[in-house]
C-alpha cells in the first residue's frame, strides 16, 4: 500500500479539477488545480470524477467461498432452509477462514468500498472463530480499509441455547460495535423475548443492534413497533438499525408513514441490498420521515446465493433502476447513500471530499454521478486512509 499525498486535477462530484492533498491520511487541502508536474505520491487524476469511497453498510465477508472452484447451489429455500444448509455444507469448504474473508475484501476493494459494516456468524458451532478470521482478513490492511463488524446469530437467539453469551462475549471485542438478531417471530417464534433480550445485552456492553427482520407485512411491522418502543425507553436512539425490513414497502400508505415516522423520531436506521423480486425500500418516504438508508451487498457468492460481485456503485444502480428512478437528483441522492450519506453506518460524522475528512477517494471515469451511477465504470484509483489499495 502507497501513501498517496496529493490527487491531482480530480474532479470532486464532477465539478471543476482540483488537487487534493492528503497528509496523515486526512484531506488536508483542496484547491485549483494547478500546473505544476505530478511528484512523488502523487497522483494525476487526468480529470476523472472523483467520489467519496463507498460505503458497504451490510456485508456478510466471513460466509463467502470466493476463490474457491465454483459451487453448485443446493439446500431448501427460505430463510431457515438456507441456515440448515449452510450449516451443513460451510465446513467442508473451510468457511469461515482468514482467506475466503481476505477474497472477499479485496473483492470490495477493487469496487471502490473503503468502509463496512460486515455482519458476521456467532453460533454455537464455530463459537467466535469467523471473528477471529474477518479480524486477521481486515488486519492486512492495517487500519486503512475500516471493517466494522456485527456479530450475528443467524442460527437465531433464543433457540440455541448458549448464543446470548456468546454474544456477550463477541461484544467485548473491539472490532464488534453491534450486535444482531434475526426475525425473532419466524426464527426465534419469541419476538418479544429476542428484542428483549438483544436490548438487555445493548445496554449492558454498550454496543448498537443491526437486526436482520424479514417478516413480512404486519407481522414485521410489529417488530418493527417492539424495536422502537425498547429504543425510546432505553434511549438507544442512533444505535439500532433494521436490515431489510420488506414490511416497510408491503405496508399500505397511511401506515407506512405512521410508522416511519415512528422510527425517525427514534433515530431507528434501515439498510437494504435492493432485492429483485419485490418493492424497494421508497426513498421519499424514508427521507421525509428522516429515516437514514444504507445500501448493502449482502452475501456474495456463498451458501445463500451464487450472486453477486461486491460492487456497491451496482447496488446503488439495482436500487434506483428497481426503485423507477430516473431523475438527476434521485439518481445523484442514491449516489449519495453509498458514499457520504452512509457515514453514520460506520460511525462518522463526515464522509466527503472536503478538508479534514478521512481520505477515502475512488476514482473513475465519468461525467458526474448520475452517469457514474447508470455506467458503473472501472474504479481507476481507491484511496482509504491516504493509502492506495487499488490501482487500475
Not at 448458549?162 to 462475549?169: D, I, K, N, P
Not at 471485542?173 to 428484542?195: F, H, K, Y
Not at 400508505?253 to 416511519?260: G, I, W
Not at 423480486?277 to 451458501?303: H, S
Request: hydrophobic share 45%.
Amino acid at each position: 500500500m502507497l501513501d498517496v499525498t496529493c490527487l491531482r486535477r480530480v474532479r470532486p462530484w464532477g465539478g471543476d479539477p482540483v488537487d487534493i492533498d492528503i497528509t496523515d491520511g486526512r484531506i488536508s487541502a483542496i484547491r485549483p488545480a494547478g500546473p505544476a508536474p505530478i511528484g512523488v505520491r502523487e497522483f494525476d487524476g487526468r480529470g476523472l470524477l472523483a467520489l467519496p469511497g463507498l460505503i458497504n453498510a451490510h456485508a456478510h465477508v466471513d460466509k463467502s467461498w470466493w476463490g474457491l472452484p465454483w459451487q453448485p447451489y443446493g439446500g431448501a429455500g427460505g430463510v431457515d432452509g438456507r441456515i440448515r444448509h449452510e450449516r451443513a455444507q460451510r465446513g467442508a469448504l473451510g468457511i469461515p477462514s482468514i482467506e475466503r474473508s481476505a477474497a472477499v475484501l479485496q473483492q470490495l476493494v477493487l469496487h471502490g468500498t473503503t468502509a463496512i459494516r460486515t455482519h458476521v456468524d456467532v453460533d454455537t458451532g464455530i463459537g467466535l472463530g469467523a471473528i477471529d478470521a474477518v479480524e486477521e482478513a481486515a488486519a492486512a490492511y492495517g487500519g486503512a480499509l475500516d471493517v466494522q463488524l456485527v456479530a450475528f446469530p443467524q442460527d437465531g437467539v433464543l433457540r440455541r441455547p448458549g448464543v446470548l453469551e456468546l454474544l456477550r462475549a463477541a461484544a467485548g471485542r473491539e472490532s464488534v460495535g453491534w450486535i444482531g438478531g434475526l426475525d425473532p417471530a419466524s426464527i426465534d417464534r419469541d419476538p418479544v423475548g429476542q428484542i428483549d433480550a438483544l436490548v438487555s445485552l445493548a445496554v449492558e456492553t454498550g454496543t448498537g443492534i443491526d437486526i436482520h427482520l424479514h417478516d413480512p407485512a404486519e407481522l414485521g411491522a410489529f417488530q418493527i413497533e417492539l424495536l422502537v418502543d425498547r429504543v425510546q425507553q432505553h434511549g438507544l436512539a442512533g444505535r439500532v438499525n433494521i436490515a431489510h425490513g420488506f414490511a416497510i414497502a408491503q405496508l399500505d400508505a397511511v401506515r407506512r408513514r405512521d410508522l416511519l415516522a415512528a422510527m425517525g423520531e427514534a433515530g431507528v436506521s434501515m439498510t437494504t441490498v435492493a432485492p429483485l423480486g419485490g418493492a424497494q425500500l421508497p426513498l421519499a418516504d424514508l427521507d421525509a420521515a428522516g429515516v437514514a438508508l444504507g445500501l448493502g451487498t449482502d452475501g456474495i457468492r456463498d451458501l445463500w446465493s451464487p450472486y453477486g460481485t461486491g460492487d456497491i456503485l451496482g447496488i446503488a444502480w439495482q436500487y434506483a433502476r428497481a426503485g423507477g428512478l430516473v431523475r438527476d437528483d434521485d439518481l445523484d441522492r442514491v449516489v449519495r447513500l453509498a458514499t457520504s450519506a452512509a457515514a453514520w453506518a460506520v460511525g462518522r460524522d463526515v464522509h466527503d471530499l472536503v478538508e479534514g475528512a478521512r481520505a477515502d477517494i475512488v476514482l473513475m471515469d465519468a461525467e458526474n454521478p448520475m452517469d457514474a451511477l447508470v455506467r458503473q465504470p472501472e474504479r481507476a484509483l481507491v484511496v482509504a486512509g491516504g493509502k492506495a489499495l487499488h490501482v487500475a
